[in-house]
């Protein structure tokens, strides 16, 4: 019978959900969905000075933003210690781990000495055959894991590939700590085989820990999971990345106005690829990922591409959609405000009118949101310079040609207004944009928007012949 597979996403609680561990969820989550597995979440909370509720909760709402929710209820670590404590006791009782009273003062000078020969710090083991009779007055002792001193702990990665440790560069690591808490490597594995988790995929900064917790899986006699160590993210320059770079966290992408599947779809580009496809929807994510194909070196993170992919999924998106999006999310873009101007209905009324055109020029829910600022603009208009420019050079005498005219249209629609604006120009001698660019400026302060004869109809005649007469001679 086949194990059903099993991932996981263990994210530590000590700030935001970040842009590199949304990945790894993403990752977890597509395989998960491709073998017809689950994902599961577990919050690493034993750093009890670092770690918050605060933290928790946005961990799990940028899950759920992002469409990423768990299987199953987040499972705490630090509630787990029990277990954790009473695993090392049962590897005690067995002989595979032992209590070790070395000294802070002794465990320093073997840190020194090391420093001193030039090598890696490592426990010497003066505790791992000694009689506990021998153990010194006043010393809490640590447990710690009694480790192979010969050979070699082989990782076979399905993205690193065979991955060799020196078991003697392992040394006997503590297990409980001498207050009786666990570390983090023992915890890991302890929570990894009670929650059934079938394949580990995380970041490979984890890679050294791998040897260390197989030495565990094999001294408690579980079956080590599959292993996938994905490579990091780096900035545009190669450097590790940054908030410069977009070290952010996912709180921040939604604030700048990013799609959850725009900003999916440029993740699990990042370091993984399908052929020369760039645009995927999620099912064809799910259908396509699989983490063999993951990439050994750093993916680098590149702003204007997740700009293209998040532009792309924008203006593929149902206009009614966005119109709901930019209503729901108007609290966490910096430009929200323009969407409360009016009421509800007319804030609405005006968006669904608008948004075909609208659509075409915006990468993200800001910028899209900074587009509409004409539907809700107090007369007069304020002018920007180019627009201002526009209406100083002739453009304020064409309005006024043009205000009567387009009082007389019969009908109030782009092909009626784009006719009556047409036969103007071609009785003035002019180009049909010559005569569009001033009516662009007086509707909208800007030389650039929507079609113009689009902005028209959208705000309609009342508002639209107000406008061009605050602005003509």
């Not at 003062?105 to 090598?119: I, N, P, Q, V």
């Not at 160590?229 to 190669?238: F, N, R, S, T, V």
């Not at 999310?329 to 075909?356: F, I, Q, Y």
């Not at 309005?399 to 387009?406: E, H, I, K, M, T």
């Amino acid at each position: 019978m086949t194990t059903s597979v099993v991932t996981r996403f263990a994210p530590s609680p000590t700030g935001f959900l970040h842009i590199g561990g949304a990945r790894t969820a993403l990752f977890n989550w597509l395989y998960a969905r491709r073998m017809g597995g689950k994902m599961l979440l577990r919050i690493e909370d034993t750093d009890r000075e670092r770690s918050s509720e605060a933290a928790v909760t946005a961990i799990i709402e940028g899950l759920s933003w992002l469409g990423l929710e768990a299987d199953e209820p987040p499972v705490s670590q630090f509630e787990r210690a029990a277990r954790h404590r009473a695993v090392a006791e049962e590897l005690l009782a067995a002989g595979k781990a032992y209590r070790c009273y070395a000294s802070q003062a002794e465990l320093e000078a073997m840190r020194e000495t090391a420093r001193a020969e030039k090598r890696p710090p490592r426990y010497d083991g003066r505790w791992r055959d000694r009689d506990p009779a021998e153990a010194p007055e006043g010393i809490d002792p640590v447990i710690r894991l009694k480790a192979p001193q010969e050979g070699e702990t082989i990782v076979n990665d399905r993205v690193q590939g065979e991955v060799r440790f020196p078991n003697r560069d392992l040394d006997d690591f503590v297990l409980l700590r001498s207050d009786a808490s666990p570390t983090y490597m023992h915890a890991v594995v302890v929570d990894d085989h009670d929650m059934g988790v079938t394949h580990i995929i995380r970041g490979d900064d984890h890679l050294t820990n791998a040897g260390r917790q197989t030495l565990i899986y094999q001294a408690r006699g579980w079956e080590v999971p599959v292993m996938a160590h994905i490579p990091l993210i780096h900035g545009e320059d190669g450097a590790k990345l940054s908030k410069r770079h977009g070290a952010l966290g996912v709180d921040a992408y939604r604030a700048m106005g990013y799609l959850p599947e725009g900003l999916l779809n440029y993740l699990v580009r990042l370091g993984w690829s399908h052929g020369d496809d760039e645009i995927m929807a999620i099912a064809e994510m799910i259908a396509w990922f699989d983490i063999d194909d993951v990439n050994k070196g750093a993916a680098r993170f590149d702003f204007k591409k997740l700009d293209a992919i998040n532009g792309h999924h924008l203006r593929a998106a149902d206009d009614d959609r966005l119109v709901d999006l930019l209503l729901a999310e108007r609290d966490h873009l910096p430009n929200g405000d323009l969407l409360k101007r009016k009421s509800e209905p007319e804030t609405r009324r005006l968006l669904a009118a608008a948004m075909p055109g609208l659509k075409e020029r915006a990468k993200t829910l800001a910028e899209l949101c900074e587009s509409t600022a004409y539907l809700f603009a107090d007369r007069p208009l304020g002018m920007e310079e180019k627009a201002e420019g526009i209406l100083a050079d002739g453009g304020r005498a064409i309005l006024s040609d043009l205000v009567p005219r387009l009082a007389a249209a019969s009908e109030w629609t782009p092909s009626a207004l784009e006719e009556a604006v047409r036969v103007y120009a071609e009785e003035s001698g002019l180009k049909l944009g010559k005569a569009a660019q001033p009516l662009r400026a007086a509707l909208t302060g800007k030389a650039t928007s929507p079609g113009v004869f689009d902005v028209l109809a959208v705000l309609g005649r009342e508002e639209s012949l107000a406008r061009i007469g605050d602005q003509s001679i």
